[in-house]
C-alpha cells in the first residue's frame, strides 16, 4: 500500500470514532487502536521496503503522489519518502499506538479525545512526507488545533495556560515560516512550492541571509530550540499523557524536520552565514534544558526540560552540516522520541494517574509499589542518559563527532551535558523509586502517616501499558544493538544533501 | 436599449421586488388569523422561493452593458449577485426562528429590498446609480437593525448605525461631486479614462479621500468602525449577520471596482522606504490600524457577537491589504476573501442565532459546555471559527494566505508591502488567541445546565452545507478561484 494511505487511513479514523455513539468507549478504544495499527503497518512495511533498497546500494526518493493542486500557485499535492522521513515516519506510527495504548483509561469525552488524537496524528504524518512547501505548511498548522483541544480538556496542572502558550507560540512560529515561505516563494520566480524544484532555483544570497532564520527560527519554535523552548515544559506538563508523549516524541521533531527540509535545503548561503550561531545556541540549549532538569521538584518538569536538552542534539547535528552529524541528529529524532514518549507514559500514565502528585517529596519507594514502571523507567532513563546499547547512544556519539570535526569547544559545551542527565536521571530515579523511609514524615496527600511498604496502595500495571512499554523499550534495544536498520538509509540520503561535507 | 433588454437585465432584482410584496400582502392577509411563528414561516418560504428564482434567473443572464455603462451585467457581477442572494437565503433561513416581533412581512420584505440594493450596488458603473444602490442597502439595514423593537440596545444601536451611515453617506457624496467635477462625468471607465489623461490634482485628491472616507464606514475600517460594535451587538442576530456578509460583499466589490478601474493610476505607494501620500499609503493606513485595533479589541470582549465585530474590523483590515496591492491577483484575492469571509461569518452568526435562543444570551458565558448540550453546532462553530482564525485546511486560510501572497507579489524584488503582510500574519496570531477563548468555552469549560439543546433539522443542515463550502473552499480553492481570476479582467 502506498505510503501516503498512513495518513488517509488515520483521518478516516477519525472520522469513524465520530460517529461512534459516545457511550461506546470500549469500541471508539478499538478503533482508535485498530486505525494507529493499520497506519503503523503500512509505514513500517514500506519502511521495510525502502530498507532493502537501500541496503542494495540505492540512494534518494521514493515518490508516493504529485498531482497538480492548485495550479494557479503552482502547489503540488506532493508527497514523497526517503531516509531522511521514513524513520520519522514510522516513529509516528508508534507513538500513535503506544499513545492510545497509554490513553485506555480516559473516561470523559473519550471519542473527542481520540478524534483529536487522529487528526493530530494524520496532520503529522502528512508534514513528513510533504515535499511540497505549500503542502508542508497546511499540514503543520492543521496539527497545531488538536493540541489545543487535548490539552485544555483531558490535561493536569494549569492546562488551559499550558495549551494556550503552546498554541500561540506554535502559531506565531507558523507566522514567521509563512513569511519565510512567500518570500521564497517570489524570490524563486514566484512559479512553484515543490521544495524539489524551488532546492533548484538558486536564491540571492542578500534574501537568504534574512529569509533563512525565519523559516529557521519559525520551526526551531516547535523543536524546543532556545531561547524559544519555555512552552515545552510547560505544555509537556499541562498535557494530558498521550498528548505528551505526542509532543515531545514527535511534534518537537516536526520543527527539526522543518529546519532541515524547508530551511537548510532551500537556503544553503543563509544557513552557511548563521551556521554557528545556531550551533552555539543549541549547545546553549542542551547544557541549560539539563541543568535545570537537575533543579526541578516536578517529576514530569525533568523529563519537559530533559527533552529540550535532548533536541538540542539534533539542532547541534543539523548545524555540523556533515554526515556524521546530521545522520546522528536525524536517528537522535528517532531515539528521543522513543525516549521521551516511554519516560512520559511513566510520569504521567504509571505514576501520576495512579498517585495523583508527580512532587518528587511526595513520591518516594515506588520501587515495591509498582515494579513495572521501575524497571520502565530505569530502561528509559539509562537510554537517555545515552549508555551503550541503546538508540540514544549512537546518536548522540555520533552528533557529538560530528561537532567535534567543526569545533572541538562545540562538542565539549555538548558533552557536559552527559554528566548532568545522568545526575538529574538519577536523582528522579532515587527520590521516586527508592527514598521511602526518609520522607514519610511530610503530610504527602494523606498518605504520610503510613509506613514502609503498604505506604502505596495502587492498582497494578494494566496490560495495554505493559503493551505498550515493550513496544517502546524493544525499538530502543533493536535501534541500540542493530543500528544500521536505520543508520544505513539515514546516512545514504544524508550524503546527497547539497553541501554536505564527508 | 429597449425597456425589454432593461427589465431582462433586472429580472433578478425584479422578482426579489414581486417577493417583497407576495410576503407583505399575505402576512397582511394572514395577520389575524395565523400565529406568529407560522406567519414567519409562510412569509419565510416566500421568501426563499423569490430568492431561489432570482438565482436561477441569474444563471440564465447573458451580459450586457445598459444605459451607456450605468449597470453591467457580466459573468463577474452574476457571480457576486449569486453570492449576494445565496447570504441572503441563509440570512432568511436563520431567521424564521428568531423573534423579530410581530411585523413579519416587514422584515423579510426589509431584507428582501436589502438584498435588491445590493445586487444593483453590485452592477452599478456610475456615480448616482452606485450612491442610489448603497442607499437602498443602508436603509433598508438601518431599519432591520432596530426592528428589535423592545430591546433598548437595538433602538440604540440602530440610532447609531444611522447617524454613522447618514454622515458616511454625505461624505460619500461630497467626494463624488468633486470627482465628477474634476473629471466630468459620473461613468466610473470615463473617469479612468480622464484621470489618467489628466494626471494628479489635489481636487482629484480630495476627492478620493472624501470617497474613501465614505467607503471606510461602509465596510467598517479603523478609524470609522465606531458604529459596528454597537450595531452588531445590538441588532437582531440574523440582521447582524446581513449587515456583517452581504453589505461587506457588496460595499468591497464596489469599491474593488473603483480601486482597480479609478484608483490604479494615481500616484501614491505604500512600499517600505517609498511611502508617498495618495490612496494607497491611506489605504496601508486603515489597513494596519484595523488589523491592530480590531484584533486587539477583540480580545477584551465578553459578548461573541461584540467579538466577531472587531473581528470583522480586523478581517477588512486584511482584506484592504489584498486591496491595495490594486494588481489582478490582489483583486482576485480580495473577491475570494470576501465571499470566503461572508460565508464563514454567516454561518458563525447562524450557529450564535440558533444557540443564544435557546440559552438566553449571547455572552462568552453562555456559550460554556455547548459541545455536550449541542456537539453538532459546536462542531460546524468550531470550523467556521477556526476559518476565520486562519487554520489550514479551511476557505479562510486559503484566502487569507492568497490575500497576503498578493499584496508580496505587488513588489516581489524588494519586496514592499511584505511589512503589511508581517504585521497581518502577527495579528492573525492574535486573533487565534480570541477565536480559542471562545472555543475553550465551548469545549473546554463545564456547562452550568447540561441539558440538549435541541435546533430544528433544516437549521442544522443548512449550517452544515455552509460549512461543507468552507472546507470544500479551503481544500479545492482552484476553480473559483480561476474563475475569478478569469473574470477580473473584465473590470
Known amino acids: ?502 | 436599449m429597449n425597456y425589454l433588454t432593461l427589465f431582462r437585465a433586472l429580472a433578478p432584482e425584479v422578482m426579489l421586488l414581486l417577493a417583497a410584496f407576495v410576503a407583505l400582502t399575505f402576512d397582511l392577509l394572514l395577520q389575524h388569523s395565523h400565529e406568529l411563528q407560522q406567519r414567519m414561516r409562510i412569509a419565510g418560504v416566500f421568501a426563499i422561493v423569490g430568492l431561489l428564482g432570482a438565482i436561477v434567473l441569474l444563471v440564465q443572464q447573458a451580459p450586457v452593458t445598459l444605459l451607456g455603462g450605468t449597470l453591467v451585467v457580466n459573468q463577474l457581477t452574476v457571480i457576486f449577485k449569486i453570492v449576494v442572494v445565496a447570504l441572503t437565503v441563509l440570512t432568511v433561513i436563520i431567521s424564521i426562528e428568531y423573534p423579530v416581533g410581530r411585523h413579519v412581512g416587514e422584515y423579510f420584505a426589509t431584507v428582501l429590498f436589502g438584498a435588491i440594493g445590493m445586487m444593483l450596488l453590485v452592477s452599478a458603473e456610475e456615480l448616482i446609480t452606485v450612491f442610489v444602490a448603497l442607499e437602498l442597502t443602508s436603509l433598508s439595514l438601518y431599519i432591520l437593525t432596530a426592528f428589535h423593537k423592545g430591546a433598548l440596545r437595538s433602538q440604540e444601536a440602530a440610532v447609531k448605525y444611522f447617524m454613522f451611515g447618514a454622515i458616511s453617506s454625505a461624505f460619500l457624496l461630497f467626494g463624488m461631486s468633486y470627482l465628477y467635477g474634476v473629471t466630468g462625468s459620473t461613468n466610473l471607465r470615463e473617469i479612468a479614462v480622464a484621470i489618467q489623461a489628466a494626471g494628479s490634482t489635489p481636487l482629484l485628491v480630495v476627492a478620493l479621500l472624501f470617497i474613501l472616507v465614505g467607503f471606510g464606514f461602509k465596510v467598517a475600517v479603523v478609524p470609522f468602525h465606531l458604529w459596528a460594535p454597537d450595531a452588531y451587538e445590538g441588532a437582531p442576530t440574523p440582521v447582524t449577520a446581513f449587515i456583517a456578509t452581504g453589505s461587506k460583499v457588496a460595499s468591497f466589490f464596489v469599491l474593488t471596482k473603483f480601486v482597480m478601474l479609478s484608483f490604479a493610476g494615481m500616484p501614491g505607494s505604500a512600499f517600505w522606504k517609498h511611502l508617498t501620500p495618495g490612496w494607497t499609503m491611506l489605504l496601508a493606513l486603515m489597513a494596519v490600524a484595523s488589523m491592530v485595533l480590531g484584533n486587539l479589541a477583540a480580545i477584551v470582549q465578553y459578548n461573541v457577537k461584540r467579538m466577531l465585530a472587531y473581528s470583522s474590523i480586523a478581517h477588512a483590515g486584511y482584506i484592504f491589504v489584498g486591496l491595495l496591492a490594486a494588481s489582478v491577483t490582489g483583486a482576485t484575492s480580495v473577491f475570494f476573501y470576501v465571499i470566503v469571509y461572508a460565508l464563514t461569518n454567516l454561518g458563525a452568526f447562524g450557529v450564535v442565532t440558533a444557540l443564544s435562543e435557546r440559552v438566553g444570551g449571547d455572552d462568552l458565558e453562555h456559550f460554556d459546555g455547548m459541545a455536550k448540550r449541542a456537539p453538532f453546532l459546536s462542531l460546524l462553530m468550531l470550523i467556521f471559527i477556526l476559518s476565520l482564525a486562519g487554520v489550514p485546511p479551511l476557505g479562510g486560510f486559503f484566502g487569507k494566505f492568497y490575500l497576503f501572497m498578493a499584496a508580496v507579489e505587488r513588489d516581489s524584488v524588494n519586496f514592499g508591502l511584505l511589512w503589511l503582510v508581517i504585521i497581518g500574519i502577527a495579528m492573525s496570531a492574535v486573533s487565534l488567541y480570541y477565536y480559542l477563548i471562545l472555543l475553550k468555552h465551548m469545549y473546554v469549560h463545564k456547562a452550568r445546565n447540561e441539558e440538549r439543546l435541541k435546533t430544528p433539522a433544516y437549521l442544522n443542515l443548512t449550517l452544515a452545507a455552509v460549512a461543507i463550502a468552507v472546507i470544500y473552499l479551503g481544500l479545492n480553492p482552484q476553480p473559483l478561484l480561476a474563475l475569478l481570476k478569469n473574470f477580473v479582467a473584465q473590470l
Request: proline fraction near 4%; charge should be neutral; aromatic fraction near 14%.
Open chain 1, 1 to 502: 500500500m502506498r505510503a501516503d494511505w498512513s495518513i488517509y487511513i488515520s483521518f478516516i479514523g477519525a472520522g469513524l470514532v465520530m460517529l461512534l455513539p459516545r457511550n461506546a468507549k470500549n469500541l471508539i478504544r478499538w478503533t482508535a487502536l485498530l486505525t494507529g495499527v493499520a497506519a503503523l503497518t503500512v509505514a513500517l512495511t514500506g519502511y521495510l521496503a525502502y530498507n532493502l533498497w537501500i541496503k542494495t546500494g540505492n540512494a534518494g526518493l521514493w515518490q508516493v503522489i504529485n498531482l497538480p493542486w492548485i495550479p494557479l500557485l503552482g502547489s503540488n499535492y506532493h508527497l514523497a519518502v526517503d531516509g531522511i522521513n521514513y524513520p520519522l515516519v514510522v516513529l509516528n506510527g508508534f507513538v500513535c499506538v503506544t499513545g492510545i495504548l497509554f490513553s485506555w483509561n480516559i473516561e470523559e469525552r473519550v471519542k473527542e479525545f481520540f478524534a483529536f488524537f487522529l487528526t493530530l496524528i494524520a496532520a503529522v504524518y502528512g508534514v513528513f512526507m510533504a515535499m511540497d512547501l505549500f503542502l508542508l505548511f497546511v499540514f503543520y498548522e492543521l496539527a497545531i488545533i488538536p493540541k489545543y483541544f487535548i490539552i485544555a480538556i483531558w490535561g493536569s496542572t494549569r492546562k488551559e495556560y499550558g495549551a494556550m502558550k503552546l498554541v500561540l507560540y506554535s502559531f506565531i512560529g507558523s507566522a514567521l515560516v509563512f513569511i519565510g515561505v512567500l518570500a521564497a516563494y517570489f524570490a524563486a520566480g514566484g512559479i512553484t512550492f515543490d521544495i524539489l524544484e524551488l532546492s533548484k532555483h538558486p536564491i540571492a544570497g542578500h534574501i537568504q541571509v534574512w529569509v533563512f532564520p525565519l523559516i529557521f527560527v519559525g520551526f526551531g519554535v516547535l523543536a524546543g530550540m532556545w531561547p524559544f523552548h519555555t512552552w515545552a515544559p510547560t505544555g509537556h506538563v499541562a498535557a494530558p499523557t498521550a498528548a505528551s508523549m505526542l509532543l515531545a516524541g514527535v511534534v518537537m521533531k516536526l520543527g527539526a524536520y522543518g529546519c532541515l527540509r524547508a530551511a537548510m535545503l532551500l537556503f544553503p548561503a543563509g544557513f552557511e552565514y548563521w551556521r554557528w550561531i545556531i550551533a552555539w545556541m543549541a549547545v546553549i540549549a542542551i547544557v541549560y534544558g539539563a541543568a535545570v532538569a537537575l533543579v526541578q521538584k516536578d517529576f514530569k518538569f525533568i523529563i519537559g526540560y530533559s527533552s529540550v536538552s535532548h533536541m538540542g542534539f539534533v539542532i547541534l547535528g543539523l548545524a555540523t552540516l556533515n554526515v556524521t552529524g546530521m545522520s546522528g541528529a536525524i536517528l537522535q529524532m528517532f531515539s528521543h522520541g522513543v525516549v521521551a514518549s516511554l519516560l512520559f507514559a511513566v510520569v504521567g500514565r504509571m505514576i501520576y494517574d495512579r498517585t495523583h502528585t508527580r512532587q518528587l517529596d511526595e513520591l518516594g519507594g515506588l520501587r515495591k509499589a509498582l515494579p513495572f514502571a521501575f524497571w520502565t523507567f530505569l530502561i528509559g532513563g539509562t537510554a537517555s542518559m545515552g549508555l551503550p546499547g541503546f538508540s540514544g547512544f549512537v546518536a548522540e556519539i555520533q552528533v557529538l563527532i560530528g561537532a567535534f570535526q567543526m569545533s572541538p569547544w562545540l562538542a565539549a559545551g555538548a558533552a557536559v551535558s552527559i554528566a548532568i542527565t545522568a545526575a538529574y536521571i538519577l536523582l528522579a530515579l532515587h527520590k521516586v523509586f527508592f527514598a521511602e523511609e526518609e520522607h514519610v514524615t511530610g503530610g504527602g496527600h494523606g498518605h504520610g502517616e503510613v509506613v514502609g511498604e503498604s505506604r502505596w496502595n495502587l492498582p497494578g500495571i494494566t496490560c495495554p501499558e505493559v503493551v505498550a512499554s515493550v513496544i517502546l523499550m524493544a525499538l530502543l534495544v533493536i535501534v541500540g544493538l542493530y543500528p544500521s536498520i536505520m543508520l544505513d538509509m539515514i546516512k545514504a540520503n544524508v550524503a546527497l544533501f547539497p553541501g554536505v561535507a564527508r
